[in-house]
C-alpha cells in the first residue's frame, strides 16, 4: 500500500524502513535505542515485518486500533 501510494516498490520500502530500524538502533539516545531494542526479532536486527508486526500489536494494546483504521482508509 506505502509502496503504490509513494509510487516506488515494495523493496524500497521495505529497504526505507530497515534504515530508520537501523538508525534507531544506533541512536545516542540510550531511552531511544531501548525502544527499538525491545521489538522481538528472530536475528540481530529487526526486518519490517517484525517491526510492523511489533507496532500493530503495540498500536492494540494501547487501545489506538483507530490509527490503523484510519490508515487503512485513506
Known sequence: M??????TT???VKEKI???IWKGLHDPDPERRA?????P?????PT???WLRY???????????DLLR???ID
Do not use: F
Open 2 to 7: 506505502l509502496a503504490e501510494r509513494d509510487h
Open 48 to 50: 519490517p515485518e517484525e
Open 10 to 12: 515494495v523493496e524500497k
Open 55 to 65: 507496532s500493530v500489536e503495540r498500536l492494540r494494546e494501547d487501545g489506538r486500533e
Open 41 to 45: 526479532c528472530a536475528g540481530d536486527v
Open 70 to 72: 484510519h490508515y487503512l
Open 18 to 20: 530497515s534504515k530508520r
Open 35 to 39: 525502544q527499538w531494542e525491545r521489538i
